[in-house]
Protein backbone atom coordinates (compact mmCIF):
# COMPACT_ATOMS: atom_id res chain seq x y z
CA UNK A 1 0.00 0.00 0.00
CA UNK A 2 1.12 3.46 -0.98
CA UNK A 3 1.98 6.01 2.12
CA UNK A 4 -0.24 8.14 0.95
CA UNK A 5 -3.46 6.33 0.84
CA UNK A 6 -2.56 4.37 4.09
CA UNK A 7 -1.61 7.71 5.43
CA UNK A 8 -5.09 8.94 4.67
CA UNK A 9 -7.08 5.59 5.75
CA UNK A 10 -5.12 6.37 9.29
CA UNK A 11 -5.96 10.05 9.82
CA UNK A 12 -9.84 9.09 8.71
CA UNK A 13 -9.79 6.05 11.69
CA UNK A 14 -9.09 8.55 14.29
CA UNK A 15 -11.94 9.52 16.72
CA UNK A 16 -11.47 12.70 16.79
CA UNK A 17 -10.44 15.30 14.18
CA UNK A 18 -7.05 16.22 14.19
CA UNK A 19 -5.04 18.12 12.07
CA UNK A 20 -2.97 16.34 9.36
CA UNK A 21 -0.74 16.87 5.87
CA UNK A 22 -2.64 17.54 3.51
CA UNK A 23 -0.77 15.01 1.79
CA UNK A 24 -3.12 14.55 -1.34
CA UNK A 25 -3.59 18.29 -1.84
CA UNK A 26 0.41 19.01 -1.47
CA UNK A 27 1.42 15.87 -4.27
CA UNK A 28 -1.52 17.82 -6.62
CA UNK A 29 0.38 21.18 -6.10
CA UNK A 30 3.50 19.17 -7.51
CA UNK A 31 2.45 17.64 -10.10
CA UNK A 32 0.59 20.82 -12.06
CA UNK A 33 3.73 22.44 -11.22
CA UNK A 34 5.26 19.60 -13.53
CA UNK A 35 3.07 19.43 -16.09
CA UNK A 36 3.03 22.90 -16.75
CA UNK A 37 6.46 23.07 -17.69
CA UNK A 38 6.56 19.80 -19.68
CA UNK A 39 7.70 20.46 -22.79
CA UNK A 40 9.16 19.04 -26.20
CA UNK A 41 12.14 21.75 -26.63
CA UNK A 42 14.82 18.45 -27.53
CA UNK A 43 16.17 19.44 -30.92
CA UNK A 44 16.41 15.74 -31.81
CA UNK A 45 12.34 15.81 -31.17
CA UNK A 46 12.78 13.27 -28.25
CA UNK A 47 9.98 13.59 -25.35
CA UNK A 48 11.27 15.48 -22.75
CA UNK A 49 10.35 16.45 -19.32
CA UNK A 50 11.47 19.75 -17.83
CA UNK A 51 10.87 20.30 -14.73
CA UNK A 52 10.39 23.35 -13.31
CA UNK A 53 13.05 25.81 -11.87
CA UNK A 54 14.69 25.41 -8.74
CA UNK A 55 12.75 28.78 -7.09
CA UNK A 56 9.66 28.05 -8.64
CA UNK A 57 7.23 30.73 -8.03
CA UNK A 58 4.37 28.19 -8.76
CA UNK A 59 5.20 25.57 -5.90
CA UNK A 60 6.89 27.98 -3.70
CA UNK A 61 3.78 30.53 -3.35
CA UNK A 62 1.13 27.35 -2.01
CA UNK A 63 3.39 24.34 -1.38
CA UNK A 64 5.63 25.88 1.24
CA UNK A 65 3.11 27.77 3.00
CA UNK A 66 0.23 25.30 3.01
CA UNK A 67 2.55 22.68 4.43
CA UNK A 68 4.36 25.30 7.23
CA UNK A 69 0.73 25.97 8.34
CA UNK A 70 -0.49 22.18 8.78
CA UNK A 71 3.13 21.70 10.58
CA UNK A 72 2.36 24.23 12.84
CA UNK A 73 -1.46 22.69 13.38
CA UNK A 74 0.14 19.10 14.26
CA UNK A 75 3.15 20.50 16.40
CA UNK A 76 0.33 22.49 18.48
CA UNK A 77 -2.48 20.05 19.05
CA UNK A 78 -0.06 17.09 19.54
CA UNK A 79 1.63 19.54 22.66
CA UNK A 80 -1.48 20.74 24.05
CA UNK A 81 -2.69 16.83 24.18
CA UNK A 82 0.46 15.48 25.55
CA UNK A 83 0.82 17.86 28.28
CA UNK A 84 -2.95 17.80 29.41
CA UNK A 85 -2.25 13.62 29.56
CA UNK A 86 0.94 13.94 31.33
CA UNK A 87 0.00 16.73 33.56
CA UNK A 88 -2.84 13.89 34.53
CA UNK A 89 -0.77 10.91 34.93
CA UNK A 90 1.32 12.84 37.15
CA UNK A 91 -1.26 14.59 39.26
CA UNK A 92 -2.42 13.10 42.26
CA UNK A 93 -5.08 13.26 45.44
CA UNK A 94 -7.77 15.92 44.44
CA UNK A 95 -5.72 17.35 42.20
CA UNK A 96 -6.58 14.75 39.73
CA UNK A 97 -9.77 14.70 40.12
CA UNK A 98 -10.13 18.48 39.54
CA UNK A 99 -8.14 17.59 36.51
CA UNK A 100 -11.02 14.95 35.16
CA UNK A 101 -13.41 17.11 35.98
CA UNK A 102 -12.52 20.27 34.68
CA UNK A 103 -10.91 18.56 30.92
CA UNK A 104 -14.85 16.94 31.23
CA UNK A 105 -12.91 13.34 30.88
CA UNK A 106 -13.47 9.77 31.95
CA UNK A 107 -11.35 8.96 34.51
CA UNK A 108 -9.30 5.36 33.44
CA UNK A 109 -5.95 4.02 33.21
CA UNK A 110 -5.92 1.98 30.05
CA UNK A 111 -7.59 4.98 28.60
CA UNK A 112 -4.51 6.77 29.41
CA UNK A 113 -2.49 4.45 28.05
CA UNK A 114 -4.42 4.34 24.46
CA UNK A 115 -4.36 8.12 24.86
CA UNK A 116 -0.62 8.18 25.00
CA UNK A 117 -0.41 5.62 22.17
CA UNK A 118 -2.58 7.66 19.98
CA UNK A 119 -0.41 10.50 20.32
CA UNK A 120 3.27 8.79 19.73
CA UNK A 121 2.27 7.23 16.24
CA UNK A 122 0.03 10.53 15.63
CA UNK A 123 3.35 12.47 15.99
CA UNK A 124 5.53 9.85 14.18
CA UNK A 125 3.46 9.21 11.19
CA UNK A 126 2.71 12.85 10.31
CA UNK A 127 6.99 13.26 10.84
CA UNK A 128 6.78 10.27 7.94
CA UNK A 129 4.32 12.32 5.73
CA UNK A 130 6.06 15.50 6.08
CA UNK A 131 9.25 13.91 5.44
CA UNK A 132 8.33 11.92 2.14
CA UNK A 133 6.37 15.14 0.59
CA UNK A 134 9.30 17.08 1.24
CA UNK A 135 11.50 14.24 -0.10
CA UNK A 136 8.90 14.51 -3.18
CA UNK A 137 9.49 18.37 -3.94
CA UNK A 138 13.01 18.12 -3.81
CA UNK A 139 12.61 15.25 -6.41
CA UNK A 140 10.72 17.51 -8.68
CA UNK A 141 12.80 20.60 -8.78
CA UNK A 142 16.19 18.66 -8.89
CA UNK A 143 17.20 20.78 -5.80
CA UNK A 144 17.79 20.66 -1.90
CA UNK A 145 14.92 23.09 -1.21
CA UNK A 146 12.85 20.73 1.01
CA UNK A 147 15.86 19.84 3.15
CA UNK A 148 16.60 23.65 3.88
CA UNK A 149 12.68 24.08 5.06
CA UNK A 150 13.07 21.02 7.59
CA UNK A 151 15.58 22.92 9.34
CA UNK A 152 13.83 26.60 8.79
CA UNK A 153 10.70 24.33 10.39
CA UNK A 154 13.58 23.16 13.39
CA UNK A 155 14.32 26.86 14.22
CA UNK A 156 10.78 27.82 14.02
CA UNK A 157 9.83 24.95 16.40
CA UNK A 158 7.24 23.12 14.49
CA UNK A 159 9.12 20.03 13.71
CA UNK A 160 7.23 16.99 15.56
CA UNK A 161 9.94 14.78 16.38
CA UNK A 162 11.68 17.42 17.86
CA UNK A 163 8.73 18.53 20.96
CA UNK A 164 10.20 17.86 24.33
CA UNK A 165 6.54 16.09 25.15
CA UNK A 166 7.32 13.43 22.58
CA UNK A 167 10.26 12.48 24.72
CA UNK A 168 7.84 12.85 27.73
CA UNK A 169 5.37 10.19 26.14
CA UNK A 170 7.76 7.56 25.50
CA UNK A 171 9.42 8.19 29.02
CA UNK A 172 5.77 7.91 30.38
CA UNK A 173 5.34 4.26 28.18
CA UNK A 174 8.36 2.58 29.43
CA UNK A 175 7.46 3.75 33.32
CA UNK A 176 4.01 2.32 32.84
CA UNK A 177 5.10 -0.63 31.14
CA UNK A 178 8.06 -1.60 34.04
CA UNK A 179 5.75 -0.34 36.88
CA UNK A 180 3.35 -3.11 35.40
CA UNK A 181 5.75 -6.02 35.12
CA UNK A 182 7.09 -5.25 39.21
CA UNK A 183 3.46 -5.17 40.43
CA UNK A 184 3.19 -8.89 38.73
CA UNK A 185 -0.05 -7.28 36.21
CA UNK A 186 0.00 -7.72 32.56
CA UNK A 187 2.34 -5.61 30.68
CA UNK A 188 1.27 -2.51 29.36
CA UNK A 189 0.44 -3.72 25.58
CA UNK A 190 2.65 -0.40 24.20
CA UNK A 191 5.73 -2.25 23.65
CA UNK A 192 7.35 0.58 20.62
CA UNK A 193 9.35 2.78 23.03
CA UNK A 194 12.36 1.67 25.09
CA UNK A 195 15.18 2.58 27.26
CA UNK A 196 18.99 1.43 25.65
CA UNK A 197 22.59 1.78 26.78
CA UNK A 198 25.30 1.62 24.45
CA UNK A 199 29.00 1.88 25.86
CA UNK A 200 27.04 2.83 29.04
CA UNK A 201 25.29 5.71 27.40
CA UNK A 202 21.13 5.78 27.41
CA UNK A 203 19.18 6.30 24.50
CA UNK A 204 15.67 6.60 24.47
CA UNK A 205 14.15 5.02 21.71
CA UNK A 206 10.88 4.97 19.98
CA UNK A 207 10.03 2.78 16.13
CA UNK A 208 6.33 1.88 15.43
CA UNK A 209 6.98 2.48 11.68
CA UNK A 210 9.34 0.85 9.00
CA UNK A 211 10.72 3.81 7.76
CA UNK A 212 11.13 6.02 11.05
CA UNK A 213 13.26 5.40 13.91
CA UNK A 214 13.58 7.99 16.68
CA UNK A 215 16.42 7.76 19.02
CA UNK A 216 17.39 10.11 21.51
CA UNK A 217 20.52 11.07 23.13
CA UNK A 218 20.04 11.04 26.76
CA UNK A 219 24.03 12.36 27.35
CA UNK A 220 24.14 15.88 28.76
CA UNK A 221 26.37 17.53 26.21
CA UNK A 222 27.72 20.06 28.91
CA UNK A 223 28.59 17.76 31.98
CA UNK A 224 28.80 14.51 29.32
CA UNK A 225 27.55 12.23 31.97
CA UNK A 226 23.85 11.39 32.06
CA UNK A 227 21.14 14.14 32.35
CA UNK A 228 19.96 14.23 35.60
CA UNK A 229 16.71 16.76 36.40
CA UNK A 230 16.72 16.53 32.94
CA UNK A 231 15.24 19.72 30.95
CA UNK A 232 14.75 20.26 27.17
CA UNK A 233 15.07 23.92 26.01
CA UNK A 234 12.67 25.39 23.36
CA UNK A 235 15.14 24.21 20.53
CA UNK A 236 14.45 20.60 21.64
CA UNK A 237 17.98 19.89 23.47
CA UNK A 238 17.91 18.10 26.67
CA UNK A 239 20.76 19.23 29.71
CA UNK A 240 20.89 18.47 33.30
CA UNK A 241 19.02 21.49 35.02
CA UNK A 242 22.05 22.32 36.39
CA UNK A 243 23.61 22.82 33.43
CA UNK A 244 21.47 24.45 32.02
CA UNK A 245 21.52 27.00 34.65
CA UNK A 246 25.03 27.57 34.07
CA UNK A 247 24.99 27.72 30.12
CA UNK A 248 22.39 30.02 30.61
CA UNK A 249 24.19 32.02 33.26
CA UNK A 250 21.78 31.98 36.04
CA UNK A 251 22.15 30.44 39.77
CA UNK A 252 19.59 27.81 40.67
CA UNK A 253 18.00 29.88 43.19
CA UNK A 254 16.45 32.38 39.90
CA UNK A 255 16.01 29.44 37.68
CA UNK A 256 16.13 29.47 33.74
CA UNK A 257 13.08 32.34 33.76
CA UNK A 258 15.40 34.32 34.73
CA UNK A 259 17.82 33.86 32.00
CA UNK A 260 18.72 36.63 29.36
CA UNK A 261 17.02 36.31 25.92
CA UNK A 262 20.26 36.97 24.62
CA UNK A 263 21.73 33.44 26.31
CA UNK A 264 22.03 30.89 23.32
CA UNK A 265 21.87 26.69 23.62
CA UNK A 266 25.62 25.29 23.72
CA UNK A 267 24.95 23.30 21.18
CA UNK A 268 22.60 24.63 18.47
CA UNK A 269 23.65 28.75 19.19
CA UNK A 270 20.05 29.75 18.95
CA UNK A 271 18.94 32.75 21.33
CA UNK A 272 15.88 33.05 23.76
CA UNK A 273 15.39 28.88 24.23
CA UNK A 274 15.84 29.03 28.10
CA UNK A 275 12.37 30.82 28.68
CA UNK A 276 10.17 28.14 26.85
CA UNK A 277 11.81 25.23 28.77
CA UNK A 278 10.19 22.06 30.05
CA UNK A 279 11.04 19.97 32.77
CA UNK A 280 10.82 16.33 31.70
CA UNK A 281 9.36 14.92 34.66
CA UNK A 282 8.35 11.65 33.37
CA UNK A 283 12.10 10.86 31.97
CA UNK A 284 13.26 11.56 35.38
CA UNK A 285 11.42 9.36 36.93
CA UNK A 286 12.72 6.80 34.12
CA UNK A 287 16.24 7.51 34.50
CA UNK A 288 16.29 7.53 38.63
CA UNK A 289 14.63 3.76 38.42
CA UNK A 290 16.84 2.93 35.89
CA UNK A 291 20.63 4.30 37.02
CA UNK A 292 19.62 4.14 40.53
CA UNK A 293 23.20 3.74 41.99
CA UNK A 294 24.21 7.21 39.38
CA UNK A 295 21.48 8.75 40.63
CA UNK A 296 21.74 8.98 44.11
CA UNK A 297 25.50 9.98 43.91
CA UNK A 298 24.04 12.60 41.49
CA UNK A 299 21.51 13.61 43.67
CA UNK A 300 24.21 14.16 47.08
CA UNK A 301 26.18 16.22 45.07
CA UNK A 302 23.37 18.63 43.62
CA UNK A 303 22.08 18.98 46.57
CA UNK A 304 25.53 20.01 48.17
CA UNK A 305 25.86 22.41 45.49
CA UNK A 306 22.48 23.55 45.98
CA UNK A 307 23.00 24.50 49.61
CA UNK A 308 25.99 26.30 48.50
CA UNK A 309 24.50 28.33 45.74
CA UNK A 310 21.57 29.38 47.92
CA UNK A 311 23.75 30.32 50.81
CA UNK A 312 26.09 32.12 48.29
CA UNK A 313 22.86 34.35 47.01
CA UNK A 314 21.45 34.92 50.50
CA UNK A 315 24.72 36.50 51.77
CA UNK A 316 24.78 38.53 48.63
CA UNK A 317 21.04 39.74 48.90
CA UNK A 318 22.18 40.64 52.95
CA UNK A 319 25.14 42.52 51.75
CA UNK A 320 23.10 45.00 49.65
CA UNK A 321 20.31 45.18 52.42
CA UNK A 322 22.90 46.74 54.66
CA UNK A 323 24.77 48.87 51.73
CA UNK A 324 28.14 46.85 52.31
Known sequence: MKFCKKYQEYMQGQEKKLPGVGFKKLKKILKNCRREFQSK???HGVLHNQTCPQHCPVCDGTFFPSLLKEMSDIVGCF?????????????????????????KLQGSHVALIQEGKDLVNYALINAVAIRKILKKYDKVHFSKQGQAFKSQAQSMHIEILQSPWLCELMAFHINLRETKVKSGMTPASFEGCYLTFNDGKPFLSCELFDSVKLDIDLTCSICLDTVFDPVSLTCGHIFCYMCACSAASVS????????????????CREAGVYEGFVHLDELSILLRRSCSEYWEQRLQMERAERVRQAKEHWESQCRAFVGV
Open 41 to 43: NDV
Open 79 to 103: NERAQKLLELHLASGFRKYFIWFKG
Open 252 to 267: IVNGLKAAEPKEKCPL
